[in-house]
């Protein structure tokens, strides 16, 4: 089964008409969209200046029956937590979005499609990493 958790690069890109990405999306058979990636694009949303389009685009995305919006809990904060002991380490921070975002797809045994390269440091979850 193919598990994909979309960052905010990936939805952004996937919008846009990105082939590789709208691809991907279109042959998932779950999609994972977590919290943290709403918030980041809600603060987008407020940014510019199509909010209500925006808005009503995101609720048509995630009233698909194959997405489904991911709350953060404690199994979420477990994975956040082992990833920044990993990653400090490492002498690899990076930001504390993105990891929130990785926490929550590690917790679903899920791969994080991004256009973020700094994705790849984490070991704990898989990524699909497109350039731009």
Same mark, same amino acid.
Request: aromatic share 8%; hydrophobic share 45%; proline share 4%.
């Given at each position: 089964?193919?598990?994909?958790?979309?960052?905010?690069?990936?939805?952004?890109?996937?919008?846009?008409?990105?082939?590789?990405?709208?691809?991907?999306?279109?042959?998932? #058979?779950?999609?994972?969209?977590?919290?943290?990636?709403?918030? #980041?694009?809600?603060?987008?949303?407020?940014?510019?200046?199509?909010?209500?389009?925006?808005?009503?685009?995101?609720?048509?995305?995630?009233?698909?029956?194959?997405?489904?919006?991911?709350?953060?809990?404690?199994?979420?904060?477990?994975?956040?937590? #082992?990833?920044?002991?990993?990653?400090?380490?490492?002498?690899?921070?990076?930001?504390?979005?993105?990891?929130?975002?990785?926490?929550?797809?590690?917790? #679903?045994?899920?791969?994080?499609?991004?256009?973020?390269?700094?994705?790849?440091?984490?070991?704990?979850?898989?990524?699909?990493?497109?350039?731009?």
């Amino acid at each position: 089964m193919s598990r994909y958790c979309l960052d905010t690069s990936a939805y952004s890109h996937f919008k846009r008409g990105a082939d590789q990405v709208v691809q991907l999306v279109d042959r998932a #058979e779950w999609l994972g969209m977590p919290a943290t990636v709403l918030g #980041e694009l809600r603060a987008g949303f407020l940014l510019g200046g199509r909010r209500e389009q925006d808005e009503a685009e995101l609720r048509e995305f995630l009233a698909n029956p194959v997405v489904e919006e991911l709350a953060v809990d404690g199994e979420a904060s477990r994975h956040y937590a #082992e990833i920044v002991v990993e990653l400090r380490r490492a002498g690899t921070p990076i930001p504390t979005n993105d990891i929130w975002i990785a926490a929550t797809a590690a917790r #679903e045994g899920a791969l994080v499609v991004t256009y973020d390269p700094h994705f790849a440091r984490m070991a704990r979850v898989g990524s699909v990493i497109f350039g731009n």
